[in-house]
Structures are given as C-alpha cells and as structure tokens.
C-alpha cells in the first residue's frame, strides 16, 4: 500500500509543477474531489480460429454483472477550455454466468431443499489510475464537456460467488478469492461526455457518462478476455 501511494504522489507532482507554471492570471489551478460510479461490467473474447467453438459456448453461458468504481480526482485547469485529470479508484467489474437449472423441478417431498437455480459471478478488484483530458464545448455556469485518456490498472484480487437458490426460495451463496484471478497489470482507454455545474465560486458537481475498455487482456491464455464497463460518474469537487 505505500508503494501505491508513493505512486500516486510521484504522478500527481510533476502535473502540479506544470499547472503552477501555466497562467498566472486564473485564480483557481486545481481540482481536487471524490466520485463514484455505478457500472455495468462485461467482457470481450477474442479467440484463434482453433478455439472459436470454446468462445461461443462462453458467449452463450456468460451476462454482463453491475459493479463500480469509487476513489479520489485530481485536476489541473490547463485554461478554460481544457482540464487534465488523474485519477486513484477502486474498481470492482467482471461478469457472471446466467442461470442454469441444476435439479429437475420438485413440488413436495424431503428433496425440496434441493438446489434448481445456480449461477456464478466473477468480481475482478483493481486500483484503476485514469489519465485523462477534458475539453469544454460550454464553458457557463453549467459546462459540458468532452473526455478521453487512458488508466493503468493494478489487479489486486478476484472473487468467485457462487449463488445457489432453492424450491423453498431461499438461497445460498459460496465465495472465494484468489490473487492469481489476472495479470498484475493491464491498461485501458476511457471515453465520455460530462457536465460540470457550479455549487459556489470553489464547489462544482460532476456528472460524467464514460466507456473503460481494456487494450490488454485479463490474462495471457488462447482466448484473450477483455473487460469492460459503462456506468455514471457523479462527484462533487473543489477548485483552489
């Protein structure tokens, strides 16, 4: 954990030194807030011509699962048009296998607590370290905005929960983690649309839709899986 905030610190002073160089006339430099955003994960196959059968069978099997992400950002206000963004987020996306029938349908009878419905859900954690410009098409009190960059992505865990239900209505669910779920590193580009509106003179509300696919896969194998979210980022920062 200190080596990531060593990190974080090393990213964020060389755009600080460059912003205290930038225009002395603007009283606000810098941005600095928190932001979460409610996503819906899935993920790309792409597979050799050997191992097409394997990828639709998972195509068929698989469904996209909701995650998030949530963390801090912090902005440089290039000029008024443009604002450089880093930021640090804890990002939780995946997928999960639909619903199969495991146990033949039962009306009565001792073997009602047997399993009929399970499916399983794949959570990949990461700390994702975006990197992005902001271009202002409308720069009032509310401005609306263009974005795209690209994040560092560090894998810290993955958890499998496998959820069972039963004829009763009840349901169980088994989980497990394992740090061997994926690369210890992967990279991803991001593209979206936003609108910033002004609380106070130093106070601003985001709104941000965006797109985060990754360019590297989630694990060196014949079939190269891809993650990807869509979600809403909303946040709240100040500018100093």
């Known amino acids: 954990m ?3 905030f060593k990190s974080l610190v090393f990213l964020i002073l060389p755009i600080t030194s460059f ?6 006339i603007r009283s606000d430099k810098f941005q600095l807030g928190v932001t979460y955003s409610p996503e ?12 097409n059968w394997f990828k639709k069978i998972q195509d ?7 995650g998030f992400s949530a963390g801090i950002n912090f902005g440089c206000i290039l000029s008024t048009r443009l604002t450089l963004e880093i930021q640090a987020l804890y990002a939780n996306k995946g997928y999960q296998t639909k619903e199969r029938i495991v146990e033949t349908e039962l009306q009565s009878g001792p073997l009602i607590k047997m399993p009929y419905l399970s ?36 894998f810290l865990d993955q958890q499998t929960t496998t959820i069972v239900k039963y004829k009763d209505g009840s349901e ?29 003179d130093h106070n601003i509300f985001k709104i941000e839709p965006a797109f985060n696919y990754s360019i590297t ?24």
């Open 60 to 66: 068929d099997m698989d469904a996209p699962k909701f």
């Open 19 to 24: 912003c205290s160089e930038g225009d002395s």
């Open 119 to 154: 499916n399983a859900v794949y959570s990949y954690r990461y700390l994702d370290i975006p990197l992005k410009l902001n271009y202002y098409l409308i720069n009032k009190k509310v401005k609306f905005y263009i974005t795209a960059g690209f994040s560092a992505n560090i």
């Open 40 to 51: 819906m994960s899935y993920r790309h196959l792409k597979a050799t011509t050997d191992y």
């Open 217 to 240: 896969p989630l694990m060196n194998a014949p079939i190269k899986n891809h993650l990807y979210t869509a979600g809403i980022r909303v946040g709240i920062a100040h500018t100093f």
């Open 2 to 4: 200190k080596q990531i």
């Open 172 to 200: 169980n669910k088994f989980k497990s983690n394992t740090k061997k779920g994926g690369e210890p590193f992967n990279f991803s580009t991001l593209v979206g649309v936003g609108l910033n509106y002004n609380l106070s």
